[in-house]
């Protein structure tokens, strides 16, 4: 896939204009052979209903998991399934309508930006897209559900994702859920406690920030602001926001 002006307009955005320049970039991805990546994994399936929540099991839906599963460090892998239960519970609650399926999609793959096999230059969000993208395409997934998948996460980290329709909006949803803290008036307290008895946290608060920080220091280009928060910084040197890591520190979890 050849960057082309629109990538560079839309990496202007987030100040990472420098991706579209860099030795890995989200265009690397597109040379990999996707027609056999996911095919030869032997995991476990997964539970077929956790908190209420029927895991999706679609071939398509099989496949990336195991193609996740394979990416993923294990806390990883288990923080992508739990961000689409606790996505999927805030939908319900919410009485929104939603496709299963490429909800699920977006989920598990939200993340493997910040794997090593994937992560470049580009932002970890852009970069899990275009990988998602580029496996859907392989296996001959709809041009428009592919479409829904990489808004989702691309979008999963920003607030616009919210003003989405439900597939692109839950995915930032169950994440901020899992990372931060769940709203108990969406998410029954018994219902994370269910999810994360089935897929265990792993350490999540210290793995995960410390995962980012690597992505960060190997790639400086892809941690993504906007030229509003650099103005921000200038010109307001006295207002400090609250910083994520203290977030996820602080997080309604033991680890």
């Known amino acids: 896939m050849k960057i082309t002006r629109r990538d560079i307009l839309g990496a202007f955005a987030t100040l990472s204009l420098g991706a579209a320049f860099g030795e890995k970039t989200?265009?690397?991805?597109?040379?990999?052979?996707?027609?056999?990546?996911?095919?030869?994994?032997?995991?476990?399936?997964?539970?077929s209903t956790v908190a209420g929540v029927r895991l999706?099991?679609?071939?398509?839906?099989?496949?990336?998991?195991?193609?996740?599963?394979?990416?993923?460090?294990?806390?990883?892998?288990?923080?992508?399934?739990?961000?689409f239960l606790f996505g999927?519970?805030?939908?319900?609650?919410?009485?929104?309508?939603?496709?299963?399926?490429?909800?699920?999609?977006?989920?598990?793959?939200?993340?493997?930006?910040?794997?090593?096999?994937f992560q470049g230059d580009?932002?970890?969000?852009?970069?899990?897209?275009?990988?998602?993208?580029?496996f859907l395409e392989a296996h001959g997934y709809p041009k428009e559900k592919i479409g829904i998948v990489w808004d989702g996460i691309a979008m999963h980290a920003s607030p616009i994702g919210q003003f989405k329709p439900p597939e692109i909006a839950?995915?930032?949803?169950?994440?901020?859920?899992?990372?931060?803290?769940?709203?108990?008036?969406?998410?029954?307290?018994?219902?994370v406690d269910e999810i994360v008895e089935a897929f265990p946290r792993l350490k999540f608060k210290d793995a995960f920030v410390r995962t980012c920080a690597d992505v960060v220091r190997k790639h400086p280009r892809?941690?993504?602001?906007?030229?509003?928060?650099?103005?921000?910084?200038?010109?307001?040197p006295e207002f400090q926001p609250r910083n994520f890591c203290d977030r996820v520190v602080e997080a309604p979890f033991t680890e």
């Not at 580009?122 to 580029?134: L, R, V």
């Not at 930032?172 to 931060?180: F, H, S, T, V």
């Open 26 to 47: 989200a265009a690397a991805i597109s040379t990999k052979d996707w027609t056999t990546s996911a095919m030869t994994a032997a995991d476990e399936p997964l539970p």
């Open 222 to 236: 892809a941690a993504s602001s906007s030229f509003m928060r650099d103005i921000r910084e200038r010109y307001l």
């Open 88 to 117: 999927s519970l805030v939908g319900r609650a919410r009485g929104q309508a939603f496709d299963e399926e490429t909800l699920y999609l977006a989920c598990i793959m939200h993340d493997l930006g910040l794997t090593d096999q």
């Open 170 to 191: 839950l995915v930032g949803e169950g994440a901020g859920a899992d990372a931060i803290a769940p709203d108990f008036s969406q998410i029954r307290k018994g219902a």
């Open 56 to 83: 999706v099991d679609s071939k398509i839906a099989r496949l990336a998991t195991d193609f996740s599963r394979r990416s993923y460090p294990p806390y990883l892998f288990n923080h992508a399934v739990r961000t």
């Open 122 to 134: 580009s932002t970890f969000e852009i970069q899990g897209a275009e990988t998602a993208k580029h």
